[in-house]
């Protein structure tokens, strides 16, 4: 019988490094699901996190307002005087005029029209306005992005988000008097800086602030992470803090005429 000849060392040799390549390949394609699949799972979790501080928003601040309209509304059923009903008819205005300012800007928390309508540096203008207002904190804004220049879709979200969340920061735990809003696009990146004079804290502990639930760091991370962009933070107690976000564009930029829809 005649023997089967032995494969050829060389080819021997080239099967064994395509099936490593392979190995190799499947490998990093199980490494890339397993992390898209944790990033998923942490947006979501940044989702829930924003519904519970909407949740917490809405009860704390209107509701407190509705219960004080009912108690006005009582109280003017029970005056007795033209002077009475005015005093407490004015105290109604007021506070009709408070729920009017708050249902707005936590319109604006949810989803920004400006954001659809004329784009990221817009937005954030319109917000840190009326987040000024609603604070009673100073605030400057600084954009030094063409007005009519337009960034996909998933970038002026979570950034618009991740700016929201520093200043809702600013306005919780910094005690600040002032912020900055700094944005920038050149070199194919674009720049956010959010600067306040507050109180600051050890930027060297901050798992410990963060694991205590506070200032929302993780989930700006998160966001930046799923544009491929990062975070960096520089804080000193008593002297303030100022967050650098960066995220590269690779040309997503474009003129407002031609973006969709």
């Not at 004329?118 to 917000?127: D, I, S």
């Amino acid at each position: 019988m005649a023997r089967t000849p032995a494969p050829e060392p060389r080819r021997l040799e080239r099967e064994r490094q395509k099936s490593a390549e392979l190995a190799a390949e499947i490998e990093v394609r199980l490494a890339a699901e397993k992390q898209i699949k944790t990033l998923l799972d942490r947006l979501v979790s940044v989702q829930e996190q924003e519904r519970r501080r909407l949740a917490l928003n809405l009860h704390d601040q209107l509701g407190q307002q509705l219960t004080a309209l009912r108690l006005a509304l009582s109280s003017l059923r029970e005056s007795s005087t033209p002077a009475e009903i005015d005093e407490r008819y004015a105290l109604i205005e007021e506070i009709m005029s408070q729920l009017d300012r708050d249902v707005d800007f936590l319109a604006w928390e949810l989803r920004p029209a400006a954001l659809d309508e004329v784009g990221l540096p817009a937005a954030l203008a319109q917000y840190v306005r009326h987040w000024s207002q609603a604070s009673g904190v100073v605030a400057e804004v600084h954009v030094n992005i063409a007005p009519d220049e337009r960034f996909d879709h998933h970038i002026e979200s979570n950034v618009y988000r991740i700016v929201q969340e520093a200043f809702n920061n600013v306005a919780k735990h910094a005690r600040a008097t002032c912020v900055s809003l700094l944005v920038e696009h050149s070199a194919g990146e674009m720049t956010v800086i959010v600067e306040d004079d507050g109180r600051g804290f050890d930027a060297a502990n901050e798992g410990d602030r963060t694991r205590r639930g506070g200032m929302g760091l993780p989930g700006m991370r998160e966001r930046a992470a799923s544009m491929g962009g990062q975070i960096e933070i520089e804080s000193t107690k008593g002297k303030g803090t100022t967050l650098f976000i960066r995220v590269p564009l690779s040309g997503t930029a474009s003129p407002a005429s031609r973006k969709k829809g």
